[in-house]
């Protein structure tokens, strides 16, 4: 099974259902089961973000330290491969798009990810 590897709070974050979209820099063909691996790697300053707290927090997760480290924390099904066509920082929200297809990003999804115009 492939995996990617993902630091927290993001990887909890997708296993809990709280982000559907992962963006990087790179396209993949792959489609299929994907097992999301959390990096050992906890962005502390991220995690004081009252919005990923909050939803952490509801989650049970009260501290960066209480997040899985280093294990396969979920697997997911990667279903498409879509690129950030226009991002909107004002009015927090981006616009996806993959041939024939366009996704509108906003709200919590759009403050748990990474947005920038060609991701």
Known sequence: M????????????????????????????????IAIHAAKHIDREVCKNPKIASTLWEHGYHLPDDLPTGAVVAICSLTDCLKVEHAHIKEKGALLSSPGRLTTIKDNE??????DDGK
């Open 110 to 115: 759009f403050d748990f990810g990474y947005y």
């Open 2 to 33: 492939k995996a990617i590897t993902i630091h927290q709070p993001w990887a909890t974050l997708i296993a809990l259902g709280e982000k559907r979209f992962e963006t990087r820099g790179w396209a993949t063909k792959y489609r299929g089961p």
